[in-house]
């Protein structure tokens, strides 16, 4: 039976990684890791970093492997998201097959904790389901974005009492403010925060975050907006691509 150890490995910071999460790394035999286009370079590197700074066994090896894009045209959303589940899982199915050989352990690598706005472990169970390749799995937690966020900004995540939720720009509108209090945007491509008007939310931003490049701004939603949509395309503009988060609150603590 071969194992699979998804392991979080945090959002940026190489120091992110737990040291559940480094003696994971050590059980492995192959550690596969993702390479996203030549855009997103530097979130492989943070993996060989990882890898490099953390592996102290000298037998186990790396397997670089490309992700297959998503494609949209023609397709609902969520069509889109399944079919490109199938074709990772494919993927994956053929990696497990062809570089681990019975008994051994495989590491997946996933940036931030495998349970936020990640399909890695989905896609395994879907490999498993398929029934070519024989493997049991086990999760290891990591330090998430949003973790990452609420400590740069040095901000507690919820009001006292309070719920929080976690959405992405596409759905923000359908949640703050009416609904939540707070509200935490990942996988935001088109600044939703531009569209809320309410002259009494904050911002809490944050990209890159963990990294050299950090960059972080907050303050009251109408006043700083402008200053983040600069500083983001700025920023995208440079580094060629761009991972943002960010927090809106309404309200205090210990108000009704
Ligand atoms: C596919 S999700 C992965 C989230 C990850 N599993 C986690 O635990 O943070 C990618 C989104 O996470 C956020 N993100 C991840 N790393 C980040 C970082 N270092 N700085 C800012 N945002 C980050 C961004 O909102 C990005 O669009």
Redesign the pocket.
Known sequence: MRHILII?IG???PEHMTVQAINALNRADVLFIPTKGAKKTELAEVRREICGRYVTRSDSRTVEFAVPVRQTEGRSYSQSVDDWHASIAATYETLLASELADGQAGAFL??????????TIRIVERVKARGQVAFDFEVVP????????CASHRIPLNLVGKPVEITTGRRLAESFPQKSETAV?????EQAFRNIDDPDAEIYW??????PD?IVISGRLAEVKEDILEARAAARERMGWI???YLLRKGADFED
């Open positions: 979080g959002a940026g910071n996933v940036w931030g904790d495998p349970m936020l706005y990640d399909s990591g330090i998430t974005s949003l973790q990452a966020l945007v990942m996988l935001d491509g944050g990209a890159y975050l963990g990294t950090e991972m943002d988060i």
